[in-house]
């Protein structure tokens, strides 16, 4: 019979521990002490032993590299921003100092360039996996539509970082970048002029641009993927389109051997690329040349082009509508696609719509990279120019 409680006694006796756990207790390893006030081994162990529904693979890494991408980015850009000056004098020197004169300045740049090009066809990869496996669908609608956020926040921060270098080629490019927003009907004038910090590109545009990328953007983003990942941690990972036979499996150790192999070897190719491909900086931007023939970054040639072949008067086609009408279905895709299956088979217009889009694109692109002069023949070598 247990013993009942008085009030000399209020609890009941407690029961007699080893020594070596009553000195544990006493004097707790400090792994012990942060145990007991974040409870961090709980959580990792929760997200380790998380179930993964059979047939989940490689194409479910692609989440974690760019993860991984968006982290290196931060680091990087961290490191760049300890040696750069956002002003029209100094932009381009401080370029030139951190790429030719700080200890494996080119190096930490060419990670930053060519992570970003890295971290869009990531992104594209993720998104296309979703769409064609229709991984949106409830109860995973709003992963999509913070997924979509997330890419065009991305893009964003390509825009803004373009004209970082201030040389010939991100000055023209924006020039015809920003040039976009004047086609909007009835207020493009002033919608250029607030992008631009007045008529023109010049200081305003240069620091307009640096605050965008460094501040407001990387608080949107770090919103955007904590939510995002919230949602996925919700609704867990959806399985392939068709179920497989089998029991679901914790993430560790097979998934998590997979993801490794995937994001050291993104990360191996960005850093081969950067150091075998190191960025180019050109001469300083000059807005009185006229011998030089801008061209945005790739991932905007597609648009490029496509305004190139549109008869004058119709550049808000290419501009806005075109691109405006894409962003909407990619937004509101979940809601369109009343399909209850996941399969393509039976998603038949949708799929062919976006295959469509898919395929306008990749041309557009296509043709911009086909008609791209080689480096330096509009120019002076890259190298050389940056030195003079």
């Known amino acids: 019979m247990p013993d009942s409680l008085t009030p000399e006694r209020p609890t009941t006796r407690t029961e007699e521990l080893p020594k070596e756990e009553e000195l544990r207790r006493d004097r707790p390893s400090f792994g012990d002490w942060m145990e007991l006030r974040l409870g961090w081994w709980g959580f990792v162990r929760k997200n380790l032993d998380e179930p993964m529904p059979p047939g989940v693979g490689w194409w479910q890494t692609l989440g974690n590299l760019l993860l991984t991408l968006l982290l290196f980015q931060f680091v990087t850009g961290f490191a760049l921003a300890m040696f750069y000056s956002p002003s029209t004098q100094d932009a381009h020197a401080s370029v030139k100092h951190i790429t030719f004169e700080v200890p494996l300045g080119s190096f930490v740049r060419g990670l930053h360039v060519w992570g970003s090009t890295a971290i869009v066809i990531v992104t594209v990869l993720h998104i296309l996996r979703v769409f064609f496996w229709g991984s949106y669908k409830k109860p995973r609608e709003l992963t999509w539509l913070v997924g979509c956020i997330i890419f065009n926040l991305i893009l964003g921060f390509s825009f803004t970082g373009y004209l970082l270098p201030w040389d010939q080629k991100a000055y023209w490019a924006t020039v015809v970048g920003t040039r976009i927003a004047g086609t909007v009907p009835g207020i493009g004038e002033q919608l250029m002029a607030l992008v631009r910090g007045g008529e023109e590109v010049g200081a305003l545009t240069l620091t307009r641009f640096?605050?965008?990328?460094?501040?407001?953007?990387?608080a949107l983003l770090i919103v955007c993927t904590g939510l995002h990942l919230y949602l996925v941690r919700r609704h867990h990972i959806a399985g392939p389109v068709l179920p497989q036979r089998g029991k679901p499996v914790p993430f560790y150790p097979v998934q998590l051997f997979?993801?490794?192999?995937?994001?050291?070897?993104?990360?191996?190719?960005?850093?081969?690329?950067?150091?075998?491909f190191p960025p180019a900086l050109e001469a300083i931007a000059d807005p009185t040349g006229t011998d030089f023939s801008p061209r945005p970054e790739w991932y905007f040639l597609g648009l490029y082009e496509?305004?190139?072949i549109m008869p004058a008067g119709y550049?808000?086609?290419a501009t806005i509508i075109v691109p405006g009408l894409v962003s909407i279905g990619m937004l509101f895709l979940p809601w369109l696609d009343r399909s209850p299956s996941r399969h393509p088979a039976r998603r038949q217009w949708i799929i062919v719509a976006g295959i469509a889009v898919i395929l306008m694109i990749g041309v557009m692109t296509l043709k911009g990279i086909?008609?791209?002069?080689?480096?330096?023949?509009?120019?002076?070598?890259?190298?050389?120019?940056?030195?003079?």
Not at 264 to 273: D, F, H, P, S
Not at 370 to 388: K, M, W
């Open 370 to 388: 086909l008609e791209t002069p080689p480096p330096g023949a509009h120019a002076a070598p890259a190298t050389a120019s940056a030195q003079e």
């Open 306 to 308: 496509l305004l190139k």
């Open 258 to 276: 997979k993801d490794a192999v995937v994001v050291l070897g993104g990360m191996g190719i960005v850093a081969y690329l950067a150091l075998a």
């Open 210 to 218: 640096y605050a965008i990328h460094v501040m407001l953007l990387p």
């Open 315 to 317: 550049e808000v086609v």
